[in-house]
């Protein structure tokens, strides 16, 4: 089955600094997601990206948080200052459509902010 | 009052026995039901969805769902020990794909 890859798996960072987490989505997919896991907490929406362009964001998703679709496979998701508080599980999800449609899921990426 | 409620468990069953979970939700206008499990330290896998009243059965998954009563529940037949993990009850209110996912239920099946 085709799978949304991340990279890279663990990320550590001090505080203040800028991270850049990847995705490559699947490749016939046309919707994109990320979604944040604090440890021990629940799944949280951050933000989805269709057309190049961001179509709904959560209030977490900020101004110190951007996506990029740099090409056409990579979905990036920056955050231009980190604080502890961003320290998190951050997963990427895709999707063929909308309204309903399977959301297939990332493995992740484990940032750590110290 | 949470979005998306869950009893956080541990929900502990016998290796063969039916495991039932729940979940409640707040918002009338939800319209998609999810139920995903998850691994320790693992990605959200889908099980189940649901999107009108009554039962989905899915081999031995079988999804309810009340939307007069905003309940979701699901119901795993004969657990195996590698159902054990914890199960994310998410909802969707409108043609999006943001989910509103409950805290989830940690299920422990015991050989």
């Known amino acids: 089955e085709p799978e949304v890859t991340q990279t890279p798996s663990h990320q550590v960072t001090q505080m203040g600094q800028e991270v850049i987490l990847r995705c490559v989505p699947i490749?016939?997919?046309?919707?994109f997601y990320w979604y944040r896991q604090i440890l021990g907490q629940k799944v949280e929406f951050l933000v989805s990206f269709y057309n190049n362009e961001i179509s709904e964001k959560s209030e977490i998703f900020d101004d110190q948080f951007s996506v990029e679709r740099p090409d056409g496979s990579n979905f990036t998701l920056k955050i231009r200052s980190t604080k502890l508080e961003d320290s998190a599980m951050y997963f990427c999800a895709s999707s063929v459509g909308v309204a309903n449609e399977k959301l297939f899921f990332g493995s992740g990426t484990q940032l750590s902010v110290l | 009052q949470k979005e998306v409620e869950q009893n956080s468990g541990p929900l502990s069953v016998p290796e063969g026995a039916i495991a039932s979970l729940n979940c409640t939700y707040s918002?009338?206008?939800?319209?998609?039901f999810f139920w995903y499990r998850q691994y320790s330290g693992k990605s959200p896998e889908l099980i189940m969805s649901?999107?009108?009243?009554g039962d989905k059965e899915d081999g031995r998954f079988t999804a309810q769902l009340n939307k007069a009563s905003q309940y979701v529940s699901l119901l795993i037949r004969d657990s195996q020990p590698s159902d054990s993990a914890t199960y994310l009850c998410?909802?969707?209110?409108?043609?999006?794909?943001?989910?509103?996912f409950g805290t989830g239920t940690l299920l422990a099946v015991q050989p």
């Open positions: 490749s016939n997919h046309l919707y």
């Open positions: 998410a909802v969707n209110r409108d043609a999006t794909n943001k989910l509103i």
């Open positions: 918002d009338r206008g939800s319209q998609s």
């Open positions: 649901i999107y009108s009243n």
